[in-house]
Each structure stands twice: as structure tokens, then as C-alpha cells.
């Protein structure tokens, strides 16, 4: 999932307008250092994400025969792929109706 700058910043003020809600939580820091904490987390997760997209589609590219993408062979093969490459990185299992 690709995010503009902007919509990631939005979400950080989100999660902080959340995170002020829990009442068991302290902030140790000033809030804004940690929305800026939480822009940067989201930033690499999706700098992440982009890499194993790229690394998936060169891996399908890489096929003998051709794949079209868009097509059932080709998202069966994006899917398992993308699943390997998140399973490698140590993310947890994402739940197949979650995956692309």
C-alpha cells in the first residue's frame, strides 16, 4: 500500500488522538516527538513493503515462460511469493483476504 507523506502524517495524529484515549498509558515523551516516531516507523515499514513488492514482481518477471499480471497465474504467484518474503523478514502471517 503505497501512502503520500501527507496521508501518513495524518494517520500518526490518528493513532496519537487514540493513544490519548488509553488511560493506563503515560507518555514519557512530549506527544509530538512520538507522532514524529510514528511517521518514521510507518515510513521504513512502507519504504519495507515496496521492496518486497519489487523483489516479488522481478521474481515472477524471472519465470521461464511468460506471466501476464493481472492474471490468476500471476496474482496466485504474487500472493505466495509476497507471503515467503514477509514469512523471511519475520512479519507475522497476513491473512490471505488481506494480501493484495
Known amino acids: 500500500m503505497r501512502?503520500?507523506?501527507?496521508?501518513t502524517v495524518r494517520l500518526s495524529h490518528r493513532i496519537?488522538?487514540?493513544?490519548v484515549t488509553i488511560d493506563d498509558l503515560?507518555?514519557?515523551e512530549d506527544r509530538d516527538t512520538i507522532r514524529q516516531e510514528i511517521v518514521t516507523i510507518l515510513q521504513e515499514l512502507l519504504k519495507q513493503e515496496e521492496q518486497v513488492d519489487a523483489e516479488?514482481?522481478?521474481k515472477i518477471a524471472s519465470q521461464k515462460k511468460e506471466i501476464l499480471e493481472g492474471s490468476e497465474e500471476w496474482d496466485i504467484l504474487?500472493?505466495?511469493y509476497y507471503a515467503?518474503?514477509?514469512?523471511?523478514?519475520?512479519?507475522?502471517?497476513?491473512?490471505?483476504e488481506q494480501r493484495r
Do not use: N
Open 16 to 19: 496519537i488522538e487514540l493513544l
Open 56 to 58: 516479488v514482481r522481478a
Open 84 to 96: 515467503e518474503s514477509l514469512k523471511r523478514m519475520g512479519v507475522a502471517d497476513v491473512p490471505a
Open 78 to 80: 504474487y500472493r505466495r
Open 26 to 28: 503515560d507518555f514519557v
Open 3 to 7: 501512502l503520500s507523506r501527507e496521508k
